[in-house]
């Protein structure tokens, strides 16, 4: 039997008035039916352009698109020609689609399980009644908790991993022939990533699906995939089974996305990244890839050197349900009773799962969250009882790293005066000239060249960003930074460089941080001590090296054990 789709020498470009750039450079490749192909590559590769070029999903005004996708059911249909009626008895009916940010994907304020009844009453022109039970039904099989109670939830009220399977429910409500999945685990937690590796793996397999899995990740798709395409600058560079790919990668490309997992390396020994492997000219070359080794920081850290952090029995509680009159009945426990210390220049991880309280510990060292009880310590000054000045004072000497860049930087101003602002908020230099110069710097240490100053932020990639981010966040020399989930979304690649980057800073500044993962293969590459957190409260806490390899608690273990592995 032929294949199931086939795309025959796809040629995208996007137009505008300034450039063309050519996202596609004609790539064909087959799916077949009950297949799994993943598409893998960094950022810009091609992989979403080819997702969303399937079911036609790019702005046909700035898009020039050449070639063919030819789509095989009862007769074989090309996606790119046909009429909008034949295209739309595809689109969610036949191939369906997960995409990458469930929230930004689900309607905020229509609940859960009626966004999935609208597409059962559109596409299979059944009642509301009987949309609203196979919706429940199909909650259930995607093994959403208590799913009756699914159903009336809105997408805030519930977790990123439960969002995701609400968006698999959808897609696979009309019982499609091929999946799509664009990015459906980035940025979720490694143990809700594996469940849904698990789930869309069980349904492809109940069903006879066939799946396109795009990731940047291959330690990711090792788990699901049985045929790999790898895409670099809109180009295949490698098609070959997931065996061949993982035992004998053929392409410089494969190799360095191969070799800049943290998983694979020991912690201060510096990251390879694609530079190392392949030239800039698109020309394969491989280089010889001798990197430096940074000075173990773990070495470095003496038991006995002072603390710099304390916190002892802080508690953050949330009120979860009240009564009539208001009197509040139940918390939500986000941080219990926890307590630790952090000395001076150690890197601390903090490690565990969506929900156990990471974040919320971060910001309430930070003060944004204020605390419900407890003490935190730093430099023998409690910071809970600090008044407006003193906590202004206080932020000058601990900075934070968000998760997200993009939302964290203002999108109508420049790099520079994003860099620049912390400087003249707390009265830093003379005048505007000696904080430009400052920011420059800056930006010249996280690798970023000068003419940065003049962009936005949407001019840069998510690399970029991150980076601007952590420039900033050094622009006030603290001594102690908080890093939340700084490196999660990004690509493996880009991920190494932000980690090799960080390790070039702590060694020059000697800052003393936080960092906040639910990666326990980035924690142990790049922290000291490991803090493992579940629910609340503190599992165990540790040497990096010592949990990694002889984890104590069980959720340690899970933690671990959900680790994709080539």
């Given at each position: ?78 996606l790119l020609h046909c009429n909008g009626d ?71 009220q519930i977790s990123g991993g439960q969002k ?380 990096a090296q010592t949990i990694w390899q002889s ?16």
């Amino acid at each position: 039997m032929g294949p199931i789709l086939q795309v025959k020498d796809l040629a995208i470009d996007f137009v505008n008035d300034e450039q063309t750039v050519h996202a596609l450079q004609g790539i064909s490749f087959d799916v077949n039916e009950g297949e799994i192909v993943a598409l893998v590559g960094e950022s810009g590769s091609g992989k979403s352009v080819t997702a969303l070029s399937i079911l036609r999903l790019l702005n046909e005004k700035i898009t020039k698109i050449n070639g063919e996708i030819l789509f095989r059911q009862s007769s074989e249909i090309d996606l790119l020609h046909c009429n909008g009626d034949e295209l739309q008895k595809v689109r969610g009916n036949k191939i369906a689609m997960i995409f990458q940010e469930p929230m930004s994907s689900l309607n905020p304020v229509i609940t859960c399980g009626e966004q999935v009844s609208e597409a059962l009453v559109l596409h299979k022109k059944i009642s509301k009644a009987a949309a609203k039970k196979q919706t429940i039904d199909l909650f259930a099989e995607v093994e959403l908790p208590q799913p009756e109670k699914m159903y009336s939830r809105y997408p805030h009220q519930i977790s990123g991993g439960q969002k995701q399977r609400v968006m698999i429910a959808m897609a696979m409500c009309c019982s499609p022939q091929i999946l799509i999945c664009d990015e459906p685990t980035t940025a979720l937690d490694v143990m809700v990533q594996k469940s849904i590796l698990l789930l869309i793996k069980k349904l492809q397999q109940q069903n006879n699906l066939s799946v396109i899995f795009i990731s940047h990740d291959l330690g990711v798709v090792s788990e699901i995939a049985d045929k790999i395409i790898v895409l670099y600058k809109g180009k295949i560079v490698e098609e070959a089974s997931s065996k061949n790919i993982f035992n004998h990668p053929k392409h410089a490309y494969t190799k360095a996305l191969l070799a800049c997992r943290p998983l694979l390396h020991q912690p201060g020994e510096r990251l390879p990244v694609v530079s190392d492997f392949i030239n800039m000219n698109n020309d394969e070359k491989i280089f010889n890839t001798q990197y430096p080794i940074f000075n173990n920081q773990q070495s470095t850290i003496d038991n006995q050197q002072s603390s710099v952090l304390s916190v002892q029995n802080l508690k953050v509680w949330f009120p979860a349900k009240s009564d009539f009159f208001g009197k509040i009945m139940q918390y939500n426990k986000a941080v219990d009773d926890v307590s630790f210390e952090v000395r001076e220049r150690e890197i601390v991880g903090l490690v565990g799962g969506s929900g156990c309280g990471k974040t919320t510990l971060g910001r309430a060292i930070l003060q944004l969250i204020r605390p419900t009880s407890g003490k935190i310590i730093f430099k023998q000054k409690d910071i809970s009882l600090f008044n407006k000045n003193e906590l202004r004072a206080f932020r000058k000497d601990m900075q934070i790293i968000f998760q997200d860049p993009y939302s964290s930087l203002d999108t109508h101003q420049k790099i520079g005066d994003a860099i620049a602002e912390p400087m003249f908020v707390h009265n830093l230099f003379y005048d505007k000239k000696q904080r430009k110069d400052k920011a420059i710097s800056l930006l010249e240490k996280v690798d970023l060249p000068s003419s940065f100053y003049e962009r936005y932020p949407h001019e840069l990639s998510g690399g970029q960003r991150q980076r601007v981010v952590i420039a900033r966040a050094l622009a006030l020399q603290p001594s102690f930074i908080i890093c939340d989930e700084c490196v999660s979304a990004l690509d493996v690649s880009v991920q190494a460089q932000v980690l090799n980057l960080l390790n070039d800073l702590k060694k020059e500044f000697g800052f003393t941080a936080i960092f906040i993962s639910h990666d326990l293969s980035v924690v142990r590459y790049f922290c000291d001590r490991i803090i493992v957190m579940n629910k609340g409260k503190i599992e165990e806490t540790g040497d990096a090296q010592t949990i990694w390899q002889s984890p104590q608690s069980l959720y340690t273990k899970v933690l671990l054990n959900a680790l994709p592995t080539l």
